[in-house]
């Protein structure tokens, strides 16, 4: 008789699994904001100044007092000149302060109106280099408070402004940069080991596309695994093809463990005789081989070689690479401390059917179109990995589901994952 298999674990039951093994890396690193770009914070940012540190006027305009007019058309008398990064003058009733935007706003004035709906003029009638623009026609009737920006109304001193365990955008770094900080503790970077597995993988460049063997492939995983995990911040050492042989399997293994939090491959991982990573990391550590119920990406392995993670990815290219963004993305974010790990999705009407009805979670690969609906690439195929250069994104579409068009779907960005 044979062995019962044990039924497939859902997505959500292995993310939960797989998360629970990814405690915090211990330590940080201190960089410059320049060089922090979606690395992640290991300490709050707290400000020790408001920004911004005083009222100022959001428009080229005039400052002015409102009470000093009664209606469109009044008149004042300009007394001075603020540019930025000046301080002007007490403002006298009656007069207006000519004033540029990020400039303060001078005491006694409580509008800015905007120099396209005043007229400037000389009140000696004189013209050209010798006639000052000392009055100015006020067009409309301003309102207390309009185009100031009012201090402290993007920062309060002494607020957190980014928190431990943000991932940090380039918006991040201009708000750091804001409070006057140039250095920023962060995270320890993951320190990642990725290495493919197979006699058929051929490196590009080694051999031209009209000289290959019958069955040779070139290496495609190893580039996207490489690109996808220096975007998450990790520090990514490249060990190569290991040939298929249990041996340097094993003494490739025993070399990343020593200096690596995490151990990525990509194939390899099933039953066959020439697939060495599954003794390989069992004799050296534990290992378990999860049946996931998605689709794309079935298989996955996790376990470790001696205190280092292992992860082993399905070796189909899409396979790897949407196993990739739903587990092992969310898992590198958690080492370094970071909380938000969900993705969100979107609503939006699908512009296909698809009457195939699957036991399994799909992840469709997709683009929006000009009507904003979703169109569906025609090869849905797990080897097909123009699929996800052409798609701006995946439809998570539950088990058991069929779509036809205008139904509601839930789409995920790319842009999600790979911000």
Known sequence: M???RPPLKSLDEALAELLAQALPLPGSV?????DADGRVLAQDLRSELQVPPQDNSSMDGYALCCADLDSAGGVLTVTQRIPAGSTGLALERGCAARIFTGAPIPAGADAVVMQE???AFCSTGATGATGALDQVRILVRPQPGQWIRRAGEDVRRGAVVLHAGTRLTAAALGLAASIGLDRLVLARAPRVALFSTGD???MPGAIAPQQMRPGAIYNSNRFFLRALLKRLGCEVSDYGIVPDQRA???QALRDASRSHDLILTSGGVSVGEEDHIKPAVQALGELNLWQIAIKPGKPFAYGRVGTTHFIGLPGNPVSSYITFLLLVRPFL????GVRALQTQAQTLPAHFDWPRADPRREFLRVRRNAAGGLELFANQSSGVLTSAVW????????PGRRIAQGDAVQFISFAEFLA
């Open 30 to 34: 201190e960089l410059d904001t320049f």
């Open 2 to 4: 044979k062995p019962t």
């Open 391 to 398: 798609g701006d994104g995946l439809v998570d579409n539950p």
């Open 248 to 250: 340097a399997t094993e």
């Open 200 to 202: 058929e993988l051929v």
């Open 333 to 336: 974010l958690k080492l370094q």
């Open 117 to 119: 709906d005043c007229e």
